[in-house]
């Protein structure tokens, strides 16, 4: 079990900035799925020994389908997230068998697998690590009134991605504690940061985007059109 991988799928959300009836993990790029686009890609890592699918109670079985139809073998199980991503996360990991973990939105299909290798080998070198890039434009801090507060320095700052990857015990140990003490995080790694572990930075690509509007979805439609 020394190093063994899995990686968490969260795509329970509704996404009701797309604006459309079917959720936005559903919706098509090329005939499939958005999600199964994303699992395919961690699926077809030969050091990933499992992957768990969380999903929308309601989309469960479809997605169990959707296992079968797509040859998605490493998934060893598909479930119901919760009422927030947080607590979908949180569902998932305990499902999971390996040391390692990672967590990857289910609508960022982009992800590339040296991407993926680059979250692995950080975390495996510094206990935790996220992918991220580099803030491109100027980030003003601004009050309640609408009124800029102040200006961090560019260089310091980053967009942070998925995947994340994490030892499942301090995982697991981050997450019950948020859950004991009511505490609601942005992002996994966070929860690592609020119990004083290091988390560190990967260095992923601006084309990992996450689709969660319809620009993001032509977006999507032209990245896929350059690839091919």
């Not at 469960?60 to 927030?84: F, N, T």
């Not at 009134?145 to 995982?171: K, M, N």
Request: glycine share 8%; aromatic share 8%.
């Amino acid at each position: 079990m020394s190093n063994s991988f899995g990686v968490v799928i969260v795509a329970a959300g509704k996404g009701k900035r797309m604006g459309t009836r079917e959720s936005k993990q559903f919706l098509q790029i090329e005939g499939r799925p958005i999600v199964v686009h994303t699992l395919d890609t961690f699926n077809q890592l030969p050091w990933l020994d499992e992957i768990v699918w969380v999903t929308g109670s309601g989309d469960v079985d479809r997605c169990k389908a959707w296992v079968k139809d797509y040859g998605l073998d490493k998934v060893s199980a598909v479930i119901p997230g919760g009422s927030e991503r947080q607590e979908s996360v949180y569902q998932g990991i305990k499902q999971m068998n390996t040391e390692w973990v990672m967590i990857h939105d289910g609508v960022r299909p982009f992800v590339t697998r040296e991407e993926i290798e680059s979250c692995r080998e950080t975390a495996l070198r510094e206990g935790a690590a996220v992918l991220g890039v580099p803030v491109k434009d100027t980030i003003k801090q601004v009050n309640g009134q609408g009124l800029i507060t102040a200006t961090p320095e560019r260089h310091s700052l980053w967009a942070v991605q998925t995947p994340q990857a994490f030892r499942l015990s301090d995982l697991l140990e981050a997450h019950e504690s948020a859950e004991r003490e009511g505490f609601l995080g942005t992002d996994d790694a966070m929860l690592l940061e609020r119990a004083g572990l290091p988390v560190a930075m990967a260095e992923g690509k601006y084309t990992n985007i996450k689709i969660t509007t319809p620009e993001d979805l032509e977006y999507a439609a032209f990245l896929k059109n350059k690839k091919l």
